[in-house]
Nanobody
Framework: QVQLAESGGGLVQAGGSLRLSCAAS????????MGWFRQAPGKEREFVAS????????VYTDSVKGRFTISRDNAKNTVYLQMNSLKPEDTAVYYC?????????????????WGQGTQVTVSS
């Protein structure tokens, strides 16, 4: 069982940047596709970005394209989400998640393990 722990959240002004990290336990991290999701107050959790096990393919939801970058370092068992040009509407709890099989689908289905989440608050 892989365990995930997010870090790097915080309070930032609109236009600022944050980098989220998600550290994974276990020796099989490099075999999993990973994703970032977020849940704003009063809203359902939504897909943000995903990356293949090798890091060669990435997918983003339209609202973050050109501003967010997902990456991973398999030697460090860590996946990152670099967030630039942050907007108040990016305020949410951000979760990382993993799945065994890559999919192009921008959905929670198949993501079998999740972190606890980290709060990101963007002030206007």
């Amino acid at each position: 069982q892989v365990q995930l722990a997010e870090s790097g959240g915080g309070l930032v002004q609109a236009g600022g940047s944050l980098r989220l990290s998600c550290a994974a336990s276990g020796r099989t991290f490099s075999s999993y596709a990973m994703g970032w999701f977020r849940q704003a107050p009063g809203k359902e959790r939504e897909f943000v970005a995903s990356i293949t096990s090798s890091g060669g393919i990435t997918v983003y939801t339209d609202s973050v394209k050109g501003r967010f970058t997902i990456s991973r370092d398999n030697a460090k068992n860590t996946v990152y989400l670099q967030m630039n040009s942050l907007k108040p509407e990016d305020t949410a709890v951000y979760y990382c998640a993993g799945r065994r099989v890559w999919t192009w689908a921008q959905a929670e289905t198949g993501f079998g393990f999740w972190g606890q989440g980290t709060q990101v608050t963007v002030s206007s």
